[in-house]
């Protein structure tokens, strides 16, 4: 699947919930499908930077796709982490690179966190994103 239907098919999930106390609940269970990192990966050098909460993102290159893998301390975090990962997982560098994240706003996720929350989806999304860059510059 391309980076644009995943979106769309986790707009439609989200659409389904009536209220944010059900989207919460949906994002814990996505949390807990992650494809868990090795701990040998549960560094300081993957951790991001600008969270609250622990997350460690590891990202590989494997038939010029970069598939990631993530945990965290936290059960809400864990679920971002998780949205994120479906979305850019198993993409080309460039495809991540070029990608929009307004789909984080259609489902309302952003205005739903505390703002040290909301900064650290930013920061997630930003270091998704140095992973693609790095990767694609290694491709060229």
């Not at 790095?134 to 060229?140: C, G, K, S, V, W």
Request: proline letters at 2%.
């Amino acid at each position: 699947m391309t980076i644009t239907e995943i979106k769309d098919e986790i707009i439609e999930e989200f659409a389904m919930f009536e209220d944010w106390e059900e989207r919460y609940q949906y994002m814990i269970d996505l949390g807990k499908t992650l494809p868990l990192i090795d701990e040998q990966y549960k560094t300081e050098d993957n951790i991001i930077k600008g969270c609250q909460s622990k997350v460690w993102v590891h990202a590989d290159l494997k038939d010029n796709k970069i598939a990631f893998t993530a945990d965290s301390d936290a059960i809400i975090t864990k679920g971002i982490i998780a949205i994120l990962i479906r979305v850019f997982s198993n993409q080309h560098p460039k495809d991540i690179i070029e990608a929009d994240t307004s789909f984080i706003d259609q489902i309302g996720l952003k205005e739903h966190l505390s703002p040290t929350r909301a900064n650290g989806l930013v920061s997630m999304i930003k270091q998704i994103k140095m992973y693609a860059i790095a990767y694609q510059t290694q491709l060229n």
